[in-house]
Every structure is written in C-alpha cells, then in structure tokens.
C-alpha cells in the first residue's frame, strides 16, 4: 500500500532496451518510501520491452507530459535503451533544462554518459557511471569518482548500474523525504550492502 | 541479447502483488549468464500488476505451462503475491513435486516461509527469508540461517528479500551453469556486494 512522505515527483523514463532492473529497483525503494512515481515510455504508446525482454505498460506516454509536475527527471541505463533516451529529443531538451537548474536529474549506468556528458551537462561536476563509460565523464569535463555506487553533485545524481540501483534509490529518498527516512527502508527492503 | 550457456531453464511465477524487482533482479543475472528464464502469470492472462503498482507482461500463462520444461521453479515474494502463489494449486502441486526431487525450488523473501515453510517442505532443511518471516521456518521444522543472503540445502534455495535478489540470481547462475559464470557476471552488473 502507497502512503505518500511528499509532494516531490520522480518520472522515470523508459525505453524500448532499457534496463529494466535499474529502473524499477530505484522506484521500489521510492515507493516503499511515499515518493509518487511515475513511470514514463517514450515510445509511441505505454508498452515497452526492456533490455532483458520484460515487457512493462508505463503509466503515461511521454507526449501526455507536463514536465513542471515533476521534481526529478529519471533515466535508466541499458543498452539501446539508453541511446534511445539520448535520441528523444523531448526528453533531453527537459533534461537540459532541469540540469540548468528546474529540478533534479538521476541517472544511472550509461545514462550519466551517453545522455548527461556527451550533452556537457557534468562539465565541472563530479559524476560516475557504469565502468565502461566512465572515460566518458572525464573526456567531457567532469571529474570522474569511480569508487562509490552514488554520487551527487548538486541536482545531478549517478550512479553506476544495476548493482547499485539501491543506493540510487536511497540518495533520491534522503533528498526527496529525508535522510531519516533512507534509513528508515533499508530493513524494510533486506538492505545487504 | 540473449546468449544462451545452459539448457536447463527457469520457470518464474509472477502473481498480482508480486515484489517485482524480487522477481527482476533474479532473472536479470540469469538472463545475462544465458539461462533461459520464462514468466509466468498465474492470473488467468499474461498482465500482472506488482506490489507497487508496476504492470509486467509475462511470457505466459501458468494454464499453458508444461512443468516438465523447466529445471527450476522461482517463487518471489512480496504481498498478497506470495498469499496468491500459496493459493495457486496447479502451481504448489508442481512445487511440492519439485521439492521432493523433480527439480530445484528458489523462493525469496516471504516465499520460503508463506509457500514453502506451511506446506512442511522446509522441514530438516536449512533456509532463510525476509526477516518478518522467518520464524515461521523453524516453527514448520526447518534450521534458520539468519545472517546469509541466500542458502542452498540441496535442491531448495532461499534468499531474504529485495535487496538480497541479486545474491539469489548468483546462487541460480552458480548452480546452472557455473560457479565461474557467476563471477564473470558480477561486474558486468557491477555488484557491490
């Protein structure tokens, strides 16, 4: 059962080869939590079949959006799906402005690279991502911390892949509702980190 | 993509009120180690919606399943998922079956004690669960390990809850195709165990 903790809105975002795990890990311990989510396609409908072919029915289509009802935009990794997200041209022009100060960006695992640095969003930001694409951080004018499963700079928050999706959700629970209260889950989700 | 390693596969039963990412979690390690993994509803169609409010479709319906396709049967936890499952009888039937040596049973977080522990097939049997549960285990004749993210006592393995999924998703790879193969995954979905 959903008790909402806050007013604050997380939207993430799926794609068709997004994975799915690291999407809906963050939003598990969101929801446990009470931070209302919304799970966004940014196909042409609510379907999509992640990266592992789990087929998931979002609750909204990216074009039924108002992003201003939002307080932190999403975006898994995944392969292609994270290159679809980079292609949304929709999504990264909000992204864009939320990184430019409107609100939160979390992402996660080749998110933090192929849309966040290659668009200079982490410019003089300390950021990580999945393994394979941290050169990427560095390459396009962030500061790379490759030893933590999370890192916040300011409103922008990554994180470095499935593994570590908890620790995602986490961060976003201490910022969105408090400290206290990311504390207060790991029991309640067997937390073993 | 998928490359298979095995043909020994997996059968995973996804109830309304399923703990997703429990059932995720798993079958994304498998997926990633090439061991063919099917869900499975047990509604009677292939849409479930999850203990928050997340709607997968499975592969198929549990009507449609020949049992002896499969190697293992993986029940996640979660509520009233787990309450569904125990009440499933064309699927109990099929795990009382498997327990008693036709194949292998994983069952995580309420699982173990909800399905397993009440019908008396953890008795002499080393196991664990989500916490809340976990009395149960010793109650219905079985020996409680406590402080392991996953146990293994022959062909019944047990892990504690969300965030001890990818544990039980190693356990599996470990078991199906190899020990090697569960630590050729672990960076790939950069465990930070």
Redesign the interface.
């Known amino acids: 059962m959903?008790k909402q903790t806050t007013n604050r809105r997380v939207a993430a975002f799926l794609a068709d080869g997004c994975?799915?795990?690291e999407a809906?890990?963050v939003?598990?311990v969101l929801?446990?939590s009470g931070v209302p989510c919304d799970?966004v396609s940014i196909t042409g409908n609510r379907?999509i079949v992640s990266s592992?072919?789990?087929?998931?029915?979002?609750d909204k289509t990216i074009d039924q959006l108002n992003f201003d009802d939002y307080d932190v935009l999403f975006l898994p990794g995944g392969m292609p799906g994270t290159t679809n997200l980079a292609a949304c041209q929709p999504l990264v022009s909000q992204v864009d402005r939320f990184a430019a100060g409107a609100g939160i960006v979390a992402a996660i695992?080749a998110a933090p690279a192929v849309v966040l640095a290659r668009r200079g969003l982490l410019k003089g930001r300390r950021a990580t991502s999945?393994?394979n694409f941290q050169h990427e951080i560095a390459e396009n004018g962030g500061t790379l911390v490759a030893d933590q499963?999370v890192v916040r700079d300011g409103n922008i928050i990554t994180s470095?892949?499935?593994?570590?999706a908890?620790?995602l959700g986490l961060e976003l629970v201490s910022e969105l509702v408090s400290p206290q209260a990311a504390e207060d889950v790991?029991?309640r989700?067997?937390?073993?980190?």
């Open positions: 959903f994975e799915e795990v809906l890990a939003l598990d929801f446990r799970t379907d592992h072919e789990i087929h998931v029915t979002c695992c999945n393994p499963p470095q892949g499935m593994g570590t908890i620790y790991k029991p989700i067997v937390f073993w980190g």
